[in-house]
């Protein structure tokens, strides 16, 4: 067979690639991920007129809302969920929480220590590491800026 | 002197081998895709009753080999070789179902085109006089690829459209220097094709250009036309990797639009079971060879196809360090009888 010309075959396959249907993936993206929000909105209302202040209402939905994340991780449930939705149950905080658990569940068969522990954040960890080496440099901006 | 050697990359066997028996286990989606009648067991769960994947895998691969020696109540400890493969690091599925069948054991890494390189390599040694009979054998996991290769299972991700599914499964042949058929008369060994492809998500079409090239190799060095063969069967180039053959082959003046087949294409139904482009993996050409195929040579229903198991021999390591994907295909010429030998 006569050699491939790879920039050649690379454009040639990338027209064989069929293209996902955007608009009904952001469609769907758009509600589900709306859909989150507007429950963390809900569970913030119903702190704040429960008389908890700002900065622990910013705590408890949070908390309320990763702890959802990760049980239906564990129920099984969330992958289903991320298949559907796409962006839309990444981007909220429960996607966070599914990607923290589901590498703790995969691995747990090699062990609490090499498997669940170090191989938990395999997914989270590059998101932990840049979220706050760049919230540092805010910092340090910020502080520059209002001395 | 390389007596058998054909043209550049082809031997002839003169003792054709047979394939007396093969044996065959998958998952339950590839129990419900179309070929679910071929396969002798379907599993219900894909723990298989272990506590890992891997080491369900590792079942699969010998319930296969049981499944094949059933059939001709032949015992375990008179077979000479174990040739198998899967995609695991460091082959663990062939190597720890090896461990508990203690018979000698070559274990191969050809990635998903591994099926058709143990069947190269088990019929050369049955040929040559080394063996009488050899198992040939791969597997493949769903579960235990995901995690190897891509993500969690439980991670909320979704899927590219050129991604394939791993089949869970796996299929034996045993190859004998005594029987009465299929044989495996010619085998063409693939050269690395890597035409630059890196996305890991679309292996059809890293895959493709070897398959191609052993396949027109295969011609060009025995001298058979496609008339020779029934289907020109690849392992799992799936629909974007076939459109792709098809196109290749055309420009080289071979239209496999009639007789091409790809096991990836066969074993799921694409639309209904959600598996995007295709399957893939060791199990895929191994269970639909062994199963569907072989079923086709025994009942006579076809007389020659051309095996063409195709791989990409790309790792996580390789595809984080931004390399492109080298495929592989290895073709074995099976037939039902000896007569129109060329």
Known sequence: ?147 | MAIKKMGAQTVKLLNPPSIVSTGTIVGPKEGEGPLKEYFDVIIEDDLFGEDSWEKSESKLQKEAIKNALDKISFPLNKIDYIFGGDLLNQIIASGFSARDLQIPFFGLYGACSTMSESLSLGAMIVDGGYADKVICVTSSHFSTAERQFRFPLELGNQRPLTAQWTVTGSGASIVSSEGNGPYITHITTGKIIDPGIKDANNMGAAMAPAAADTIISHFKDTGFTLDDYDYIVTGDLATIGKEILLDLAKEEGLDLTEKHRDCGLEIFNNEKQDTHAGGSGCGCSASVFNGYFYNLLENGKINRILLVSTGALHSPTSAQQGESIPGIAHAVSVCTSLGKEG
């Open chain 1, 1 to 147: 067979m006569k050699n491939i010309n790879n920039k050649e075959y690379s454009k040639y396959v990338d027209k064989k690639v069929p293209k996902p249907d955007y608009l009904k993936n952001s469609i769907k993206a758009f509600f589900v991920g709306g859909l989150i929000c507007i429950l963390g909105q809900w569970l913030t209302n119903y702190f704040t007129s429960k008389g908890l202040s700002k900065g622990d209402v910013a705590t408890a939905t949070p908390i309320i809302l990763v702890f959802l994340g990760a049980f239906f991780t564990g129920l099984g449930l969330y992958d289903k969920l991320g298949k559907f939705a796409g962006a839309g149950s990444i981007v909220p905080i429960t996607g966070f929480a599914n990607s923290i658990v589901s590498p703790a569940m995969e691995y747990k068969r090699e062990g609490y220590v090499f498997g669940v522990a170090a191989r938990m954040f395999n997914i989270a960890g590059p998101v932990l590491v840049y979220g706050y080496g760049s919230s540092v440099i805010y910092a340090l901006i910020y502080y520059l800026v209002t001395k």
